[in-house]
């Protein structure tokens, strides 16, 4: 009964323009035999056989329920042709039962007139059940929609490279933030601390300058270097500055260390999820670049699609369609670029080993997501083919 209005059968003669003059032609008995009427259709016997219907017809896909009816009873009527609301589907019935089918604006109001009628269509069924049904086989749908495949799960990686970006933006303004703060009070110790989670553990741990000399943090840093900070501290221009001060630059540490503990874990969870789901494509340009190529193009298969010469370009769309523009040169690479292949290469070489590193990219690419199998053998392969051509391209100084 769901689906009742895809069946209904027009017939042309006049090639109606409008869907009101259509009604109109319906609503006398000697226009009646403008549409075929279909008796014989049955309700779906539970919801799970009418989600398989529904996921068919929004797949453009013949049900096997669907399939049979449009054999047996449509086939028989039919003379001209059978009004569809999805292209794609009327396309496959023309291919499958030889039906011509009519897909236009008007059938499209036509399919919105009869489900807007529906309940006074089918007789026998109550408003109520009619909303619970409906209700429930659009929850079942979406479920269908969003489930996740437990082999392709590439959503994790798009979130969680995108979250890995977003705590990299955060760690650089909470850092600066930490140095610019404390170095007010201690301005030596960031010339001699580069490393800023090493600074950061650093000052939560000694706090006001005058504890380094009777601090302990050789498990921090070297000793040389502890050597340094003590004899800095000493002779300190910075500013004195309050407890509560240095109070409120502690807690900004915690916060850096927190969520440099949380982005290592999250690295090492992105980096077994790329090798688990596509192991060829890691293998040859790394995790990080892979995963943002997938985030990029949407999905996994999305980015399977594209052909060499699309994810030699991704990420530099804008550059693309500014050099078309002004008719400039166009870029060579986009987010390819950051692939350890083409970092190892000259400037000179770089677009050569951007293109084939591009065209190999996309053989693992179609291959991690339609192939079966999780080796990462083709990657390593391919991989090595591109290093053997960037030797060869260093050695002959091209």
């Not at 008995?29 to 529904?54: G, M, R, W, Y």
């Not at 089918?101 to 059940?129: A, D, K, N």
């Not at 007010?184 to 601390?193: A, R, Y």
């Not at 800095?232 to 503990?261: F, P, R």
């Amino acid at each position: 009964c769901l689906v009742i209005f895809l069946f209904l059968q027009v017939l042309n003669e006049k090639k109606l323009q409008e869907v009101d003059s259509l009604w109109k032609e319906f609503e006398t008995p000697e226009k009646a035999n403008k549409i075929v009427k279909l008796k014989h259709f049955e309700k779906f016997q539970d919801t799970t056989e009418a989600l398989a219907a529904s996921t068919a017809l929004v797949e453009g896909k013949l049900s096997k329920n669907l399939k049979k009816i449009l054999k047996k009873i449509v086939a028989k009527d039919a003379h001209e042709q059978l009004a569809v609301a999805d292209a794609k589907l009327g396309g496959v019935i023309k291919e499958k039962l030889n039906l011509s089918c009519i897909h236009s604006p008007m059938v499209t109001e036509l399919m919105r007139g009869i489900r807007s009628q529906i309940e006074g269509l089918i007789t026998g069924l109550p408003s109520r059940e009619m909303a619970a049904m409906c209700l429930g086989l659009a929850h079942s749908l979406s479920r269908y929609k969003l489930k996740f495949s437990p082999d392709k799960v590439d959503t994790m990686i798009i979130q969680a490279i995108s979250l890995l970006d977003d705590l990299d933006k955060e760690l650089n303004n909470y850092i600066m933030r930490c140095r610019e703060w404390y170095g007010w009070h201690f301005p030596e110790l960031g010339k001699i601390i580069t490393d800023n989670l090493t600074y950061c553990k650093c000052v939560r741990k000694v706090g006001d300058r005058s504890n380094f000399a009777s601090s302990d943090v050789s498990d921090i840093l070297p000793e040389e270097i502890e050597e340094d900070v003590k004899a800095a501290a000493e002779i300190s221009m910075g500013t004195e500055v309050s407890e509560e001060d240095i109070n409120n630059i502690i807690h900004l540490c915690d916060q850096v260390i927190e969520i440099s503990d949380f982005r290592t874990q999250l690295y090492d969870y992105l980096k077994n999820r790329m090798m688990a789901i596509a192991p060829n494509l890691t293998v040859m340009v790394g995790e990080l670049v892979g995963a943002r190529l997938i985030a990029h193009a949407g999905s996994l298969l999305n980015l399977a699609k594209h052909p060499a010469s699309t994810v030699q370009l991704l990420g530099a769309e804008k550059a693309l369609f500014r050099a078309l523009k002004t008719k400039r040169d166009t870029p060579k690479f986009g987010l390819i670029y950051h692939a350890s292949l083409v970092g190892q290469s000259n400037a000179k070489n770089k677009g050569k080993i951007s293109r084939m590193l591009a065209a190999k990219t996309a053989l693992t690419i179609r291959y991690d997501a339609l192939g079966e199998s999780t080796s990462a053998e083709m990657g390593a392969e391919n991989r090595l083919k591109v290093e053997t051509r960037l030797r060869l391209l260093e050695e002959r100084g091209v």
